[in-house]
């Protein structure tokens, strides 16, 4: 390191080669890459979010590796269901099936439906004589006479990217009620199905965790019945499996 340099050690790797000040240290630029981030101001970005998203692009980069979709939604969506895998090809990111938080309808600028774990989609009606949405938007809010916009933004537990979108239409000038008004909203008819489905397969694994949690708890249960453990071993137990 020359005597007027400005790098520092890397918080990362701990490599002599940060020459990046961030929110706590330094990084350098083979761990900037690693992370994938884009920011304007990497003064404000802390080694732990760094940290994050280079264990989140390893493992996106993993799941690449087997992510064989056996689904495709057009040019909008592709999924593995047997991995429990997604991705919106726009992104680089392959996603999993548990790092699908929410996803909402904007249309022209406007939030019209919201869906995610847990919750059917709910909102105002979208598609007119196109049809319901699946989960079962009824009426009260009627689409705009044109629609310029409309897009599904996603929100992940993904550091990198913890908001995407599927843009459907961007710029446009689609007539409610044309051909193309019907193709448009026909595609995002079929993506809410398939995300209907990922909903599907998150609550079948929270079931199944909570059952195994319950098998766990209670075979402990047991050995404090039979006397091989104290209560105090089976209450530090149980709350270790619970995650308390």
Known sequence: MGLFSKNGICSICGSSNGDKKIADGFVCKNCREK????????????????????????????RTKIFLP????EKYLYIDYPHRLWQIPAY????????LVSYEII??????????????????????????????????????SIIKDLRIKFITQNPIYPEIYINII????????????????????KILTELTLIQKE??????SEKTSEA???????KLLDDGIITQEEFEAKKKQILGL
């Open 35 to 62: 992370s994938r981030l884009i920011v304007l101001n990497w003064k404000e970005i802390t080694s732990d979010r760094i940290r994050k998203c280079i264990k989140a692009t390893e493992e996106s980069e993993d």
């Open 92 to 99: 680089r990111t392959v996603f999993s099936f548990d790092d």
């Open 170 to 189: 961007i710029n446009g000038n689609v007539k409610s009620g044309s051909m193309m008004y019907s193709v448009y909203y026909g595609s995002l008819q």
């Open 107 to 144: 249309e022209n600028g406007d939030t019209v439906s919201k869906g995610g774990l847990g919750s059917a989609i709910v909102g105002g009606a979208l598609f007119g004589g196109v049809g319901a949405v699946v989960g079962g938007i009824t009426g009260g809010k009627k689409s705009k």
């Open 202 to 207: 998150q609550k079948q694994e929270c079931r």
């Open 215 to 221: 098998d766990e708890i209670l075979k402990f249960k």
């Open 70 to 73: 056996d689904r495709k939604v």
